[in-house]
């Protein structure tokens, strides 16, 4: 059970990191190749870094996290967790898998919306 949440909390992380990543360079992109005034370059860079940010967080936190664990296991026995330290780890990657997993939702959402909003002809911002 726990190697499941293990794996399913590095595919969610990475789907976020990867969908955040993405929805923050479109932005920045639709900022910055548009010939707008200085404020809305301003907010697009703005919202594009905090999403680009939130996306690296993810993964950093992901890469970390698997490097705790493994320190942790190379300090007791190298196949088998202490019993008492099972039920945190559950809770830590299933906490990070639902809010993982939901900001890949809300992303890829925003990212369909964006998508919409450039083929009509209408910039996000200004």
Known sequence: MHTFLVSTYRIASWFAAGSLGILGAIILYDGLANSIAAHYRAVTLIIASCFIMVGVGFFVLER?????RQH???????NNMPQQLVKPWQMIHGVLTLA???AFLLSAARIWGV????KSGVRIFG
């Open 115 to 118: 998508m919409a909003r450039l």
């Open 64 to 68: 970390n996290l698997s490097r705790v």
């Open 100 to 102: 993982a997993g939901c």
């Open 72 to 78: 942790q296991e190379a300090i007791q026995d190298r």
